[in-house]
């Protein structure tokens, strides 16, 4: 009776999938995809490895991939049935040898005999049980000859796009492998399908852990070396292991079966007895794909009349094909893809030639009817006309910091106050533009804005002012709340961007004067102001949080996220209105909700809630509180946004009722980030709300005489009604574009 293995599989998440653009992209591959069924193609190989039987036992999983898809690698193994041991997080790509060695470094040294079991990520394979069979019968073989054991794919067609594994003599199911072979022409892969010793090759492949070390430190004793150092150097957090990346990086860059297969002493294969398709082409997705009785494979909103034999697939809006055949269509909500079945291998091509142009096509058209501007032009007038307008014009080198407002042509607008508020709003942004590369506006540009902070800012008995006069003398000397959360979000990037040590003293200054005077101890939260008004009001508590999750991913220090999550923990318990779905913005001074101000809810405040807890649920590995912002993205999504224009109305009653139509661009700016995020996330809801608030911002708002600017309020008919440019804005309008060019991977 043959023994009884215990086997660790090793997932491989590297790997852009460029043939299945414009889907799948360097910032979301393949593998985080739900291509062919209602899950994730990551989720379907990590319950491939939790099937149950006799003779084998599959242990935790280990994942590995790039630290840039940490947050979606842990979301999808930790919310799946199978359990995962670790995730190992490459800083860089250094292909598959580098990224198993740095799996089994340590089981080489505590667990030799360990055996390992190798697969990626974004195949097909539609029967777990069969899969198991094979994997059974390859680690019976491994037992006994040791080595290492493939898994081999009967070919079933010519295939060009695939290496092959040669076999030697013998009945199967086990041979030994006389050599692999690379991808071939189309004349050698139809000899290969003739002589039937041809495995195509998988890449799923076992040994045991010790025997793979011995031989990556024979053949590749550096990629040996460097791995097993970025793990020694590695940042564990939890079962995140974060590869130290000078190590890593130094790790020769070359596949497994370069660096050890190919020149292995004992190598078997396994015929696979399971179905297999490695969805790398839409023509193969076609094929492993559920079919209609004209053999097209349709997913989304398809209407086909006449079509036969393809691939429609509409992520975004009503796709109606008629009277073609053995085409892929595939509509995504900023790129539309038409190509004959037979060409699909020319896609990669097409996302290589726009990778080189940086351009990709203009997004797809929404509300407006106008065209959105691509990403690049979108940065571009982010940081080449923007930034350079309200660090130029927008300072007041007259009187210091900057000006309240600038008119439509850009010129200063005459207020007679200026918000300490508006001064730490502009800090932030030209900090966190300096972090992300800018090097425009003038050399002085945060030693101007910080000095005027710090000069006439604090309050001889600690704390920041609210209000100066036009020329810069104080005019109200109260501290908001609100206030000091905005100066503490400034500083966080201001210490980030500069490390001046007197952004950090600054920031501590003023925890510890809101600790002392503005906490309410027998309430809970913060007092309004310094004041102790007779209200309260959940907004400045929403900056709380934002500006100690921002100190929290500056510092890494656990103190700051608790103290976001006192925040937190207001929303859940005071602030979210369980039975309307909404957030209660006005309160009395025991937080009872205030009976003399009439129901009021702003969709604004509920995108932004959205954006800061989805934040919180990851950095706090909360997942709980997804379910608050799935009912505040609800219902902000349904009943929020102006019929007229699409744009996020001010306010409305929390049933949608009696809504007030004008907007404020900043409630689009915190949709766009709410819906990016909430897409990001896997939130259920609208996935193309990103693309209809660009259309809304772009084409309705940032469409003022000067250049770099915007109308920062329309009516329900699309007509502007704002006076000028309030410099606030620029903090909304910067938050959500960075965001949406970092979620395009066009920001470092």
Known sequence: ??????????????????????????????????????????????????????????????????????????????????????????????????????????????????????????????????????????????????GIMTIGIAPTRPETQYGYIERGEGDGPVYDVTRFREKPDLATAETFLASGRFFWNGGIFMFRAGEMAAELERQQPEVWAQARLAVERAEIDGKCCRLNAEAFAASPKISIDYAVMENAPVIGV?????????????????????????????FGDVVAIDVKNSYLRSEDRLLAVAGLENIIVVSQPDALLIAHRDKSHLVKDIA???????????????????????????????????????????????????????????????????????????????????????????????????????????????????????????RDAQRDTYDQCFVLLALAWLWRATKWPEARKWAERTVAYMDDHLVDRANGGFYESSLRLDYRRANPHMHYLEAM???????????????????????????????????????????????????????????????????????????????YCRKLYATSHAFGHARGTDAVCDSMAPDGSAMIGTARLWCQTEALKAGLQARADGLPGDETLFIRMLDVIFNRYLTAPTPGGWYDQIDPNGRVISKDMPASTFYHVFCALVEYLRHEDLLT
């Open 1 to 146: 009776m043959k023994s009884s293995h215990t086997i660790t599989p090793v997932v491989l998440c590297g790997g852009a999938g460029s043939r299945l653009w414009p889907m799948s992209r360097d910032s979301m591959p393949k593998q985080f995809h739900k291509l062919v069924n209602d899950k994730t193609l990551l989720t379907n190989t990590l319950e491939r490895v939790d099937w149950k039987g006799e003779r084998l036992r599959y242990l935790p999983t280990r994942i590995v991939g790039g630290a840039a898809f940490e947050s979606l690698l842990v979301e999808q193994g930790e919310t799946g049935s199978t359990e995962v041991e670790r995730y190992i997080l490459e800083p860089l790509i250094r292909d598959t040898a580098a990224a198993i060695a740095s799996a089994i470094a340590d089981l080489a040294e505590s667990d030799p005999q360990r055996m390992v079991l190798v697969l990626p990520s974004d195949h097909q394979i539609s029967d777990a049980g069969a899969f198991f069979d094979v994997i059974r019968t390859g680690a019976d073989a491994l037992a006994e000859r040791g």
């Open 270 to 298: 396994v015929a696979a007895s399971f179905d297999w398709n490695d969805l790398g082409s839409w023509n193969q997705l076609h094929d492993g794909s559920p079919l209609d009785e004209a053999g097209n494979a349709r």
């Open 352 to 474: 290589q030639q726009i990778k080189q142009t940086g351009e990709w096509p203009p997004l797809a058209v929404a509300h407006s009817g106008r065209p959105v501007p691509s990403p690049r032009v979108i940065r571009k007038w982010l940081f080449d006309t923007a930034l350079p307008l309200w660090a130029g014009a927008g300072l007041d080198r007259a009187h210091g910091g900057v000006h309240e407002a600038l008119n439509h042509d850009g010129s200063p607008a005459d207020h007679d106050y200026k918000r300490l508020r508006v001064l730490a709003r502009q800090i932030y942004c030209f900090a966190y533009a300096r972090i992300l590369g800018w090097e425009g506006g003038p050399p002085d540009l945060l030693e101007h804005c910080f000095d005027t902070l710090i000069k006439t800012g604090w309050h001889k008995d600690g704390g920041w002012i609210h209000l100066w006069n036009a020329d810069g003398s104080v």
């Open 549 to 627: 999750q921002a100190w929290y991913e500056v510092t890494g220090e656990r103190s700051f996220l608790d103290r976001a999550q006192t925040a937190v923990d207001l929303f859940v318990n005071v602030f979210f209105d369980t039975d309307s779905w909404s957030v209660t913005e006005h309160f009395e001074r025991d937080w009872s909700v205030r009976a003399d101000k009439p129901a009021r809810i702003e969709p604004g405040h509920h995108y932004e809630w959205v954006w800061l807890l989805l934040r919180q649920a990851r950095f706090a590995d909360q997942p709980q509180l997804k379910e």
